[in-house]
């Protein structure tokens, strides 16, 4: 089972990975998506995401008539509901998946990815903005980004296509090799040593030591 936790706009790129995911797998191959979100009051509009993707469903079925011919093929996508989670609930959510999926036209940070890393989880993230400063290839499943490519809204513009087939290795690596669990168990470790509290810390303190070396300019 596959995980995301989001806020509900374009930025996060809800429409490639609902678009990724439904290439990817159909139902009798047992995948699924759990969705985590809620609608931000300046996106506007239904505030219920399990018509949104119904919706999402119906246009990208109209668009790509040969994909969707059986539409009860499709993965199963559930929403996980509107409220907010507490921290103990948002632990039993990424603890009770496999894997945990953002497909974000960009972030300063990435919380929600940090905290499935730390989880152990493997995390299939596009290679640029905040993410690419803690996510890395031994540690995730990386979604190359074009950054001289644009879209209209002027994010970097994302593949499906490679998102999709990103999704698929780590299902295929999951089940086969072992090797997706291996690289949730390197996240975490990764997210101790570097992000943990005493991680933090420790950088912090060596910061400050290169700084107070740096030759002043007066």
């Known amino acids: ?51 949104r993707i119904e919706d999402f469903k119906k ?23 509107n409220k907010v989670l507490s921290r103990p609930e948002i632990r039993h959510v990424l603890g009770s998946s496999d894997a945990f999926a953002l497909a974000s036209r960009g972030e300063g940070w990435g919380l929600p990815v940090a905290e499935a890393m730390s989880m152990a989880l493997p995390v299939v993230v596009p290679n640029h903005t905040g993410l690419s400063a803690f996510c890395h290839g031994d540690t995730s499943y990386l979604v190359p980004v074009d ?42 470790q990764r997210m101790k040593e570097r992000w943990s509290p005493e991680g933090v810390v420790s950088l912090i303190a060596e910061r400050v030591v290169h700084l107070s070396k740096v030759k002043r300019w007066h």
């Open 147 to 188: 950054e001289s490519q644009k879209d209209r809204a002027g994010f970097p513009r994302l593949s499906v296509d490679a998102f999709s087939e990103a999704l698929k290795n780590v299902v295929k690596d999951a089940r086969s090799t072992g090797r997706a669990q291996a690289i949730g168990r390197a996240a975490r």
């Open 59 to 81: 246009e990208m079925c109209a668009a790509n008539v040969r994909m969707c011919a059986a539409a009860g093929e499709l993965p199963e996508v559930t929403w996980y509901g």
């Open 1 to 51: 089972m596959f995980v995301s936790v989001f806020s509900w706009s374009y930025r996060k790129g809800y429409d490639v990975l609902l678009e990724a995911f439904f290439r990817a797998f159909t139902r009798s191959e047992n995948v699924s998506l759990r969705i985590v979100s809620s609608v931000p009051d300046f996106v506007g509009g239904d505030k219920n995401i399990t018509n």
